[in-house]
């Protein structure tokens, strides 16, 4: 039989840990100041809503506080003369959050010692005098955790490479686009078309490719004299495949290129796009034409779903925190290791790579 309880606060915070509390507990009674009648439960049972001076004339039920800022509601507890052996502290309830996370790998835990909350762990233990106290201490023992010093001591002000690493070996998003390409070649196929040069449609196409070269100001035997943005020189239906690697961000109007794209795609024909996420600003495209854009997967997931694409796309993600942080320092591919690269963390994408179909 699960020990009765009685929960001390019914918002936002209970009922993300509501189910975890009802896998161990049985929940009696709700104890709230503001609210009145009664609550129905995650379980289908309904409990009565007390006010708090109410919890005193039942001597034995643990009182769970379930709010964030628990120590003003212990104040008000202790002033009701609750004793302090009743008091459970929310952190031991999933899911936790960020803050509880960090409490819970430091192996401590709440005590209340002469009418004052402590944290204690193996090697000390810190008082919780104010509401303040409880995000401090999250900070503290994250901090002593993970010790920082090998980038303030060590990483410079200054990056290694400005040009995304070129000068030093492969830059660590076209490690990724190659990678990408590879491994959706049998896509490029047909008439397939590259943004101011074929390299990637001849190195990664098949024999019976057909290379077309999309330029916005030459105007020559094999190249299209054209704009994604404004639509010149788009001719609809004309090609099979489209590859437009690392060309969204220097765009604004990206909304018009994923139309344009749409429109010159034959039925059954694919582009792939790529575009940075974590980056370096590119000076050189800044200084000519604009760099306008860093993107996340919800902002390109958006741009294609409102297209006429709709859902017909796949996105695949590349990257983590120690690969966005050695692009950022100009940083090549080959001084970082193979399971470095291919650790992928969607928090921190460096290339965002997408398939889309018409």
């Avoid at 796309?313 to 940083?331: F, H, P, Q, R, S």
């Amino acid at each position: 039989m699960k020990t009765m309880v009685y929960v001390f606060g019914c918002g936002r915070f209970f009922e993300n840990k509501q189910a975890d509390i009802l896998a161990k507990y049985d929940i009696g009674a709700i104890l709230d100041n503001n609210k009145k009648g009664k609550i129905q439960l995650l379980n289908g049972k309904s409990v009565p809503v007390l006010k708090p001076a109410e919890a005193v004339e039942v001597g034995d039920v643990p009182i769970i506080i379930m709010v964030y800022d628990f120590y003003s509601v212990w104040r008000e507890l202790q002033g009701l003369s609750i004793d302090p052996s009743r008091i459970i502290f929310p952190n031991i309830f999933l899911p936790f959050t960020d803050e509880e996370q960090m409490i819970s790998i430091d192996g401590g835990e709440f005590r209340i010692v002469e009418d004052d909350i402590y944290y204690v762990n193996e090697h000390k233990r810190y008082i919780i005098d104010s509401t303040d106290a409880i995000h401090i201490l999250s900070m503290r023992l994250e901090k002593e955790h993970v010790d920082a010093s090998f980038i303030t001591d060590l990483a410079p002000t200054e990056p290694l490479n400005r040009k995304f690493g070129l000068s030093r070996g492969t830059p660590i998003d076209r490690y990724y686009i190659e990678a990408w390409l590879e491994k959706n070649k049998e896509l490029i196929r047909g008439d397939v078309l590259e943004i101011a040069e074929d390299t990637y449609t001849k190195r990664f196409g098949g024999s019976d490719v057909i290379p077309h070269i999309l330029h916005v100001s030459l105007e020559q035997e094999g190249i299209i004299k054209g704009d994604f943005e404004t639509g010149e020189g788009i001719t609809e239906d004309s090609m099979d495949c489209i590859i437009l690697t690392q060309t969204l961000p220097f765009i604004y109007g990206c909304d018009k290129v994923i139309a344009n794209i749409y429109k010159m795609l034959r039925k059954g024909g694919t582009a792939l796009i790529t575009a940075g996420g974590i980056s370096q600003i590119s000076r050189y495209d800044m200084d000519r034409w604009g760099h306008f854009w860093s993107f996340t997967t919800a902002s390109l997931k958006r741009l294609i779903e409102e297209s006429a694409f709709g859902e017909n796309y796949e996105i695949t993600v590349y990257g983590n925190v120690k690969v966005a942080c050695a692009l950022l320092y100009g940083m090549a591919a080959e001084e970082l290791k193979t399971e470095e690269l291919e650790y992928a963390d969607e928090d921190y994408p460096v290339s965002i790579c997408v398939i889309v179909t018409k």
